[in-house]
């Protein structure tokens, strides 16, 4: 995938730094997600193919422009499951790529309502540990089983209360090979070099959000995955291997969602 990446030139909201990112991909029918994403945005594919991310990791150093670190909120673990999305409108460039998230996952109750309010993003609070034993990175989230999407409910906290069964992810994983960078063009390029993610209100209004950071730092990684059902509220289920890659971490700011044309 060609660098789209554009830089605001207004100071960047977030910043943040991510560790131990796991990039777990399956292939998909587009078909089975279309309900969930907001029909103003295409589901991209690579081959024919879209693909579901199941991808752990934990984060530190996070802080807000303007605002003192807050303990509970400065550094967590993070479990999103996303695909990816283009859309016209970004800055002159058709099929703008970047991420649409179906969940994002954080051990931070704080965090959690945050990141609702400010980029209006599906984030659920759960229960979550993470391990670091010598190369392996051992990794256990479960919460109680809600809607995929923000914008399909009004009441979120009315999903989560009446929903029925939990959402489980856990297994251990590690890198195995040397690191790399993508090659345009590749699979692995285009599962990782995404700089912006979308997001949409409860009215459908549909937002984006710059982000950016140094080209990943690939690696080929080998995943233990015990327990994984983080697709079930998208009556989706996964099937066969992952492609699997691993990042040791990132250095990332992130700029506001605006509403798109």
Not at 37 to 47: G, K, V
Not at 88 to 100: L, N, T
Not at 138 to 155: F, G, I, K
């Amino acid at each position: 995938m060609n660098d789209q990446r554009v830089i605001p030139t207004e100071p960047a909201a977030m910043r943040m730094v991510w560790h131990d990112l796991l990039f777990a991909h399956w292939r998909v029918d587009p078909e089975q997600m279309r309900r969930w994403i907001p029909q103003r945005l295409s589901i991209d594919t690579f081959d024919g193919a879209a693909y579901i991310g199941v991808i752990p990791f934990h984060m530190s150093g996070i802080r807000r422009r303007g605002c003192v670190k807050v303990p509970t909120t400065h550094a967590f673990a993070e479990l999103n499951v996303r695909t990816y999305v283009t859309d016209g409108s970004g800055a002159g460039k058709p099929g703008y790529p970047g991420v649409w998230f179906f969940s994002l996952d954080a051990a931070s109750r704080l965090a959690v309502w945050a990141a609702r309010r400010w980029y209006r993003l599906n984030y659920q609070l759960a229960r979550m540990r993470v391990t670091l034993d010598d190369e392996w990175v051992r990794y256990a989230s479960v919460r109680p089983r809600t809607a995929p999407c923000l914008h399909e409910v009004h009441d979120p906290d009315a999903s989560l209360r009446s929903a029925s069964g939990m959402v489980e992810f856990a297994g251990h994983y590690r890198p195995t090979g040397e690191a790399f960078v993508a090659e345009p063009g590749t699979l692995e390029d285009w599962l990782t070099a995404r700089w912006c993610l979308y997001a949409a209100d409860r009215r459908g209004r549909v937002y984006r959000g710059e982000i950016d950071h140094d080209p990943w730092s690939l690696q080929t990684a080998e995943a233990h995955i015990e327990v994984n059902t983080m697709t079930t509220p998208l009556n989706i289920e996964l099937s066969g291997a992952p492609h699997l890659l691993y990042a040791k971490c990132a250095d990332t700011v992130a700029w506001p969602i605006r509403p798109i044309d």
